[in-house]
């Protein structure tokens, strides 16, 4: 499929219709879809519904349309549509539809998106893999036996895969950018407060944040530029505009000066992973950039840290899931409080029931000071750490995951490994700073991640990094080789 920009540009000119966009994309979801598993559901109907609109909108002479016109956009299902489901990818919603749009939904349409389908994703965006959905595992389009990363899996395979060229995700602990590096396609963490979550379900609101992913710079840019600004319905919203990108020129990163945290390039990173990361860097380098080590030395408690408050966040947020406000009731319960534990036993997965009782362990009494509250003073001291970078740098440069993707079931029974994974991310959300993935380059055929890390509202500041380590390298045009029945 073609690029977003490209795809709106042959719309807007004529040379393509909305509609024969959208039976284009869902040609290509037929083709692949039973192989890889990006979707929940896929609104075919909707889609053809909306094309239509669009092309009698071009043909009346609208030139409105907008900067996604005619664009098929996938969405994660934990965040509202209305008219589909909504079910974050867990058997207590499922048949979920909600009566509202989301911020970034609305925002959407009103840019001429056109919402082909709800992604697959981790249930409640809790997980690292895609394997923790209700609705099936989803494959890495790069190799069918790993997995995508996750909790945004559907998201990137979709893209991945060639069945949108664009999709929304949500970056709790590095959800957006370590499924991006598994699968090779570029993703955006925004700075907290950036994009609108009015209408996204919470997993851990102090940490959760919307955000673009697709195949190259500009198109994701152009997602975040419809997505991102004030919202008075998201109290957590910071009401601010992000400045307009303009790509363009030869590239060059004279005078930006860039950081490389010895503890994120170092013991725990896969040698093939460090070479191609280091590769990169003297790309930047050569680019005009000034690159010098540089310390955060609290990286090292930021994981425990994040795995207290994020799961204290989570069993807050879902306790309105009991069988009386929305979705799944169990039958046959024998009273109030029956129903409310057989519905929640039976609604939700194993790896939710995990974080849940491990965040009600930590908020409880007897317990509280001793796992949140540190928690909490360890998530002052990794802004503090990265306050103290920015002083001296421009960015930050690391690894998006210490390694690649791993084959599916492989840590399945090994959850902490798991969690390691997440390692180079986490710091990132704790601190509510933005950071993109590009790809750089492969190990054993499989996509490696580069991740820039950039000061509160900087994110338009690491696009134009990103954007020129793009225009000269080639590794976010190479293509997984699905082939026409769907498998490699």
């Known amino acids: 499929m073609l690029s977003a920009a490209r795809l709106n540009r042959l719309f807007l000119a004529g040379e393509l219709s909305a509609v024969e966009i959208a039976e284009s994309a869902l040609s290509r979801i037929a083709q692949v879809e ?4 990006a979707f929940i559901t896929v609104a075919a109907d909707h889609v053809i519904e909306r094309a239509k609109k669009l092309d009698a909108r071009r043909k009346a002479g609208d030139t409105e349309l907008g900067p996604l016109a005619g664009v098929p956009i996938a969405v994660k299902d934990n965040i509202c549509t209305s008219g589909m489901e909504t079910t974050c990818a867990s058997r207590i919603l499922k048949g979920y539809v909600s009566p509202f749009d989301a911020t970034v939904v609305e925002r959407l349409r009103a840019a001429g998106a056109m919402i082909i389908g709800k992604a697959n994703m981790d249930e409640f965006a809790m997980g690292s893999s895609g394997e923790s959905s209700a609705f099936g595992v989803t494959r890495n389009p790069w190799d069918l036996e790993r997995v995508p990363g996750g909790s945004s899996s559907g998201s990137a395979a979709a893209v991945a895969a060639g069945e949108a060229p664009l999709a ?4 709790t602990g590095g ?3 370590q499924p991006a590096a598994f699968t090779g396609i570029v993703g955006l963490k925004p700075t907290y407060g950036y994009v609108s979550r009015y209408g996204v379900v919470a997993f851990a609101s102090s940490l959760d944040q919307v955000g673009p992913m697709g195949r190259d710079v500009e198109d994701v840019a152009r997602l975040f530029e419809v997505i991102a600004g004030p919202d008075r319905r998201d109290a ?8 307009a990108l303009k790509f363009g020129g030869e590239p060059s990163l004279s005078g930006v000066r860039l950081g490389v ?16 990361v ?3 860097i003297a790309q930047l380098e050569e680019l005009g950039a000034t690159v010098e080590e540089c310390s955060l030395p609290s990286t090292e408690y930021a994981l425990s840290a994040y795995y207290v408050i994020a799961v204290a966040e989570a069993s807050s947020n879902l306790a309105r899931f009991d069988g009386v406000r929305y979705g799944y009731r169990a039958a046959q319960a024998g009273g109030l409080h029956e129903m409310y534990s057989k519905t929640r036993g039976e609604g939700f997965g194993t790896e939710v029931k995990r974080r849940i009782m491990l965040g009600t362990y930590v908020l409880s009494a007897g317990h509280y000071d001793a796992y949140y509250r540190r928690a909490q003073q360890v998530r002052t001291l990794v802004v503090r750490d990265f306050e103290r970078a920015f002083e001296r740098y421009d960015a930050l440069v690391t690894p998006t995951t210490p390694f690649t993707a791993w084959k599916i079931g492989e840590k399945v029974d090994d959850p902490v490994s798991m969690y390691l994974g ?3 991310t986490i710091p990132v959300n704790l601190a509510g700073l933005p950071a993109v993935s590009v790809p750089c380059g492969f190990v054993d055929g499989l996509p490696v991640g580069m991740q820039l890390i950039g000061k509160p509202f900087a994110d338009t500041q690491i696009l ?9 390298t080639k590794h976010h045009e190479a293509r997984p080789a699905l082939t026409e029945e769907g498998g490699r």
């Not at 039973?34 to 598993?37: D, I, K, N, S």
């Not at 957590?236 to 400045?243: E, I, L, V, Y």
């Not at 945290?261 to 191609?276: F, H, M, Q, S, T």
């Open 34 to 37: 039973p192989a890889v598993g």
């Open 168 to 171: 929304l995700g949500t970056d």
């Open 175 to 177: 959800s957006i950018r």
């Open 236 to 243: 957590t919203n910071a009401g601010r505009t992000p400045p």
């Open 261 to 276: 945290p010895k503890e994120l390039l170092g013991p725990g990173i896969d040698p093939g992973v460090k070479a191609r």
């Open 278 to 280: 280091e590769e990169a």
């Open 422 to 424: 997440d390692i180079c």
């Open 464 to 472: 134009q990094i990103a954007w020129a380590y793009q225009k000269v």
